[in-house]
């Protein structure tokens, strides 16, 4: 049997990923110019395929970066004059306000304590915060964003522009576009692909905002301006020359996804998840470390253990299934278990059997 990893990212490659990439390789792929029409072709497919897969309206630009965090320092220069609002519910989401410090912005921020989600009602945005960020899937956590309150952020504060961390979320979970401004993600969590490619998707608000800073004499980066970067994409290019690569495997498992069907991933998530849940609340050493139901992550799930996380892992891994420690400080403390588009009922059925069984 081969290594099952159901570590949060990276994770499980797709399973297509390895045919895609061996054809990738066989095209040429590797070697071809970023300036050539061959790329522009894959570049174009990728765009196309993640619109019709993440229902992204024809006028998002989908963007190419390194990564998240890429993009969490595209969005405060592009986006953020003076000050931004940040909801916080983990090491993740904390990254992007600590960012927007960095690059001297003042960032206000509500930190909701680890395992919880702020109630809406708490969130309260000054006047003056240009934008508002929020981690749909916090995955050191494993708690989620309900959809429904970034639909009451847009209906308070329209004048804000929202910018939304999709990383272990999409394409699972269902965004309306329509609602925020910005969403970002890197590939190696919920899509199964190598790391080292992100996706960052812009509506022309944001854009817009670039321009403005732009014309008061800010900075707002250099070879990754958001204006270039868009004028770019129109046309299926990039800056720097790209993961061509990643770009290539991204519109090939994409198309594979869009093939299965969004329902259909999501019913298998569905299941798995309540798989998961049930072994959790029925171990008597184990507990969900995300206590309130609404806010158990579905994609990404924490675990609490009585004794050192360690014990378990080591005990699976023995079995060649990896799970991921708990993060930071938690290391020793928590397991925590990817539920993505790839892993398969059956994997994540024998995961949950080996771990019913397991007592430390
Ligand atoms: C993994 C992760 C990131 C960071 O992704 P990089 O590829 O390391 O930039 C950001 N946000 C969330 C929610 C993540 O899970």
Request: aromatic residues 8%.
């Amino acid at each position: 049997m081969l290594e099952l990893y159901f570590t949060p990212g990276p994770s499980a490659l797709y399973f297509t990923a390895e045919e895609h990439i061996k054809t990738a390789l066989k095209k040429g792929v590797c070697s071809t110019s970023h300036r050539g029409q061959q790329f522009k072709d894959i570049y174009k497919e990728c765009q196309q395929n993640l619109r019709k897969l993440m229902d992204i309206p024809e006028d998002y630009h989908v963007l190419i970066t390194s990564s998240a965090n890429e993009a969490w320092e595209r969005i405060i220069e592009n986006c953020v004059e003076d000050e931004s609002y940040h909801v916080s519910m983990g090491a993740f989401s904390q990254r992007f306000a600590k960012i927007a410090t960095q690059l001297g912005r003042t960032a206000h921020e509500l930190v909701a304590e680890d395992g919880t989600v702020p109630d809406f009602k708490a969130i309260e945005v000054p006047i003056s915060a240009e934008l508002i960020t929020i981690c749909l899937n916090e995955s050191a956590c494993g708690t989620t964003f309900p959809l429904d309150s970034i639909n009451a952020l847009r209906e308070k504060y329209p004048d804000k522009l929202i910018a939304i961390d999709g990383v272990s979320g999409v394409p699972v979970i269902p965004i309306d576009f329509r609602n925020i401004d910005t969403l970002y993600f890197s590939v190696q969590k919920a899509f199964g692909l190598p790391a080292g490619l992100g996706i960052w998707i812009v509506n022309n608000r944001c854009l817009e905002k670039a321009k403005t800073l732009e014309a008061k004499g800010k900075v707002t980066g250099s070879y990754h301006r958001l204006p270039d970067m868009v004028e770019k994409a129109q046309v299926y290019q990039t800056a720097e020359t790209p993961n061509i690569l990643g770009i290539y495997t991204l519109a090939k498992v994409a198309a594979d996804m869009l093939e299965k069907g969004t329902l259909a991933i999501r019913r298998e998530i569905d299941y798995k998840s309540a798989i998961l849940n049930q072994v959790i609340d029925a171990h008597p050493q184990l507990h969900h470390f995300v206590e309130n139901d609404k806010y158990v992550s579905k994609t990404v799930k924490v675990i609490k253990t009585d004794f050192d996380s360690g014990l378990l892992i080591e005990h699976l891994k023995q079995r060649k299934i990896h799970v991921g420690t708990g993060y930071g400080g938690y290391k020793n403390q928590q397991i925590r278990i990817a539920n993505f588009p790839t892993h398969s009922k059956e994997q994540t059925e024998m995961l949950v059997d080996l771990i019913e069984a397991f007592r430390a």
